[in-house]
């Protein structure tokens, strides 16, 4: 398991590393950077679905935010 996700790791490290180069030379540099966070964020849930753990869902981070706001709504009426 673990030389599969170093494995991973290592392949898309090379490929993001080529990639990021290449549009280095070409001057985009904005470009690059959203390149990289956006293959850095594949890695790590590439990652987390090789080692079959389970992914939190998109919605907690909004259910963390507003369930504050709802309850103190609720309060007051």
Known sequence: MIAQ????WLMLG???F????SL???K???EAALYGVIMLM???LGSFCLAHKDLPGFTIPFKLLF????MKLLRHS
Not at 5 to 8: E, L, N, Q, T
Not at 67 to 70: A, D, F, L, M
């Open 14 to 16: 090379a490929w993001s």
């Open 42 to 44: 594949g890695a790590v």
């Open 28 to 30: 985009k540099k904005r």
């Open 5 to 8: 996700i170093g494995g991973y």
């Open 24 to 26: 280095l030379a070409r």
């Open 67 to 70: 369930e504050p706001i709802g």
């Open 18 to 21: 080529i990639s990021i180069r």
